[in-house]
């Protein structure tokens, strides 16, 4: 069973930037993708960022292109999800997830706990 641990989440005013870690623990040979995902109050769970397992490929959402960068330390089995120029609507709690692929919520099997990510002055 693949267990992930995310940390790095907490208070920021626009334009900061933020870190997030996601600790991967367990077999990770049963997945092909990371992703980070986030949930704003009143909203669906959304697809920001991923990173393939395989090959590194990244992707990222059209809102955060430019902005966010997702990487990984294959030594740490570590994902990193890096988060610049900040604004309020980026404001949710951020997860990862460990899955097939894609932006479909569905298709991730393993979920951390997620961890609250705020943007404001």
């Known amino acids: 069973q693949l267990q992930l641990v995310e940390s790095g989440g907490g208070l920021v005013q626009p334009g900061g930037s933020l870190s997030l870690s996601c600790a991967a623990s367990?077999?990770?040979?049963?997945?092909?993708?990371i992703g980070w995902f986030r949930q704003a109050p009143g909203k669906e769970r959304e697809g920001v960022s991923l990173?393939?397992?395989?090959?590194?490929?990244?992707y990222y959402a059209e809102s955060v292109e430019g902005r966010f960068t997702i990487s990984r330390d294959n030594a740490k089995n570590t994902v990193y999800l890096q988060m610049n120029n900040l604004k309020p609507e980026d404001t949710a709690v951020y997860y990862c997830?460990?899955?097939?692929?894609?932006?479909?919520?569905?298709?991730?099997?393993?979920w951390g706990q997620g961890t609250q990510v705020t943007v404001s002055s």
């Open positions: 997830a460990a899955g097939l692929g894609g932006w479909v919520v569905d298709w991730y099997n393993s």
């Open positions: 367990g077999f990770t040979q049963d997945y092909y993708t």
């Open positions: 990173i393939s397992l395989v090959d590194g490929s990244t």
